[in-house]
């Protein structure tokens, strides 16, 4: 007789560090797993988070609990920081001294004995402070019990996992009696419950300690919650039958505070000159997308600081408070656009464009960046919007401009090395309030370009050429209107100031000489034309390089690289710089992290700030 095909059942259940503020999502996942003679031995002294059951689980969904926890002592030597604050600046790694790992003392003859510390530090100064005492189980009785902080092992975790038919040392089926969606306990109706004394545990009529606080999925804490653990449940149900299938509960770090408001930037200003039109002020920002924030990356920053929610918090108050008229973005998620920046850049006054690059999202929709540029309503109107896509350009060059195949070798070969999926955006602002005193030849249209080039630094070349075709893009576009319009080209350039790039952007051409235009046979096909041709007819210039005297030592600060890769360049005929924000000193840019992103800074490179003005034609 074939013996019967058993599963193991299975709940994942994580949240993320709460933050005031910051929406926080479980992560919950329920799967099975087909047992074979010898798993199905171990099993039932297995995870305790799991069950055997007859068939795999079902289709299910999830339905959610939030409760706020009671007030702990975050830490017990008392000249600890982190007992009054709960900034993130000082529950970051780099606070507590590369570990966010509480302890707690287990000697029994202490008199720290059970008392838990936020870090290693603090319990070292403590134990400076501590006396030995001898009747042990005396203060056993007479001391708090302190439990790790930021600790999902502990005891609401193992004893809420699985429902009423769940078994740990035995076998179930998943349809087998259970408690029913609809149950009333503690006269709340209509709520999941797995019995009586879970949701007595954790807000119920016999507890006072944990409040329930709500029964949406996703949960914003606020100011009640700073310095409080939450408590979430996750409770599958099966979509036929309507019944509990499992549940487990997990409990948060403590929540942190919003971070505190950073330094304002000064801004530096330039000389004096006369006369001049219209005022703007325009900044240039890489907020770091998403899906390249990674721990593996930047690995000197807590995992809950890289989260796009608390990024995002800080992103928008850090663009917002600088008063800008002019927000060229780079690294922009494409589906963050949608369900953040949009939404958060419109309510502050402000309306925009995106153009995502060219290849596909990375696993899910929405998972690819781009670039976004934002004016403010009240200061300009849109006039014109376009995009440019790179491949594109590639493309026509091959076909067009050298006559090739794009499916010969060689044709191939040229669009393989070109087609980087990098893009840009063009727009045309109009002044939204026109001066009665302004004749009608003062211009009151600027162009605004904004990019983010190819990042490889082993292909500087590949970077040239797109540099080269969006100047080239950008005359053709000029040109045609036949107008002085003046123009600014901003972002993420991915080139230092020894790059031709660099050159090819302020000098309008590339020396011979140049290392990038002569990268060798090793670094596949020529994609350059004749260094004669590498040039363009704008006259261009960096605003911090005016301003300043010299760029700035770095707008992108990591651990393995710093330096200068972001540029606002403007035309010298009819644009001029009035101010600039100087890069904040490396000793600012240290202060909460050795390197960016921090919980100051949320992304990996500086924001870059100017005042602008047209200038009146003779």
């Known amino acids: 007789m074939a013996k019967e095909t058993m599963y193991s059942w299975h709940l994942s259940l994580r949240v993320d560090r709460p933050v005031e503020g910051c929406s926080i999502r479980p992560h919950a996942y329920m ?13 039932p002294n297995s995870h305790t988070h799991s069950k055997i059951c007859r068939q795999p689980p079902p289709n299910h969904e999830f339905s959610y609990r939030w409760f706020r926890g009671p007030t702990v002592e975050s830490c017990a030597y008392e000249g600890c920081p982190r007992r009054t604050s709960f900034s993130p600046h000082d529950w970051s790694k780099h606070a507590l001294g590369g570990s966010a790992c509480s302890l707690q003392c287990v000697s029994t003859q202490s008199s720290l004995y059970k008392a838990t510390f936020c870090n290693a530090s603090c319990f070292v100064k403590a134990w400076k402070t501590q006396y030995t005492v001898s009747d042990a189980p005396q203060l056993r009785n007479s001391t708090p019990i302190r439990r790790r902080l930021g600790s999902y092992a502990d005891d609401d975790d193992t004893r809420s996992v699985g429902s009423a038919n769940s078994v740990r040392s035995g076998m179930s089926n998943y349809n087998a ?38 029964r949406d999925q996703i949960y914003i804490p606020n100011e009640n919650d700073v310095g409080r653990k939450l408590k979430v449940e996750a ?55 998403e899906i390249y924030a990674t721990q593996q990356q930047y690995p000197h920053a807590d995992l809950w600081s890289l989260s796009w929610d608390f990024r995002f918090q800080n992103i928008i108050r850090e663009i917002v408070d600088v008063g800008p ?60 919007s376009y995009s440019i896509e790179f491949n594109e350009l590639a493309q026509r060059q091959v076909t067009q401009v050298m006559g ?20 840009a955006q063009l727009v045309v602002l109009e002044l939204a309030q026109q001066s009665m005193s302004r004749s009608s030849r003062e211009p009151n249209q ?20 797109q540099t080269l075709h ?6 053709t576009f000029i040109m045609s209107r036949g107008t002085n319009l003046p123009l600014m080209i901003c972002g993420d350039f991915n080139s230092t100031p020894d790059t031709a790039v660099y050159d090819l952007l302020s000098r309008q051409a590339v020396h011979p000489g140049h290392p990038d235009v002569n990268t060798g046979d090793d670094n596949g096909p020529n994609i350059l034309p004749d260094i004669m041709n590498i040039t363009h007819s704008h006259m261009l210039r960096s605003v911090y390089n005016t301003v300043l005297g010299e760029e700035p030592k770095f707008t992108n600060y990591t651990l393995q690289f710093k330096g200068v890769l972001d540029y606002m360049w403007y035309s010298t005929q009819n644009l001029r710089p009035l101010s600039a924000a100087p890069i904040p000193d490396e000793i600012v840019l240290t202060r909460y992290g050795e390197a960016l992103p921090s919980t100051q800074y949320s992304s990996d490179h500086i924001m870059q700030i100017s005042d602008m003005q047209i200038i009146r034609p003779p």
């Open 31 to 43: 799967y099975g797993k087909k047992l074979d003679e010898k798993e199905l031995e171990k099993a």
């Open 177 to 214: 009696p259970s408690t029913p969606r609809e149950i009333t306990v503690g006269g709340l109706n209509n709520t999941p419950r797995a019995n009586t004394a879970l949701y007595n545990e954790y807000g119920g009529a016999d507890s006072e300690e944990w409040v329930e606080i709500s």
């Open 235 to 289: 409770a599958a149900y099966s979509l036929d039958s309507g019944e509990l299938l499992m549940h487990r509960v997990v409990k948060t770090d403590l929540v942190l505070s919003r971070t505190p408001v950073p330094e304002k930037r000064n801004l530096v200003t330039a000389k004096p000159a006369g006369g001049g039109g219209a005022r703007f002020r325009i900044v240039t920002y890489n907020i770091l997308a």
């Open 325 to 384: 008229d002019v927000v060229c973005l780079q690294e922009v998620q494409a589906d963050h656009y949608e369900s953040h920046l949009y939404n958060a850049m419109h309510e502050a006054g402000f309306e925009g464009v995106f153009k995502q690059k060219t290849r596909q999202s990375m696993g899910m929709t929405g998972k690819v960046d781009g670039c976004a540029l934002f004016w403010r309503r009240t200061k300009f109107h849109l006039i014109e």
């Open 404 to 423: 090739l195949n794009p499916r010969s070798e060689e044709g191939s070969s040229i669009l393989n090395k070109l087609s980087k999926d990098n893009v």
């Open 446 to 465: 600027v162009c605004i370009a904004n990019t983010h080039l190819y990042s490889n630094k082993d292909y500087p070349d590949v970077k040239l050429w």
């Open 470 to 475: 969006l100047l080239q893009e950008l005359e």
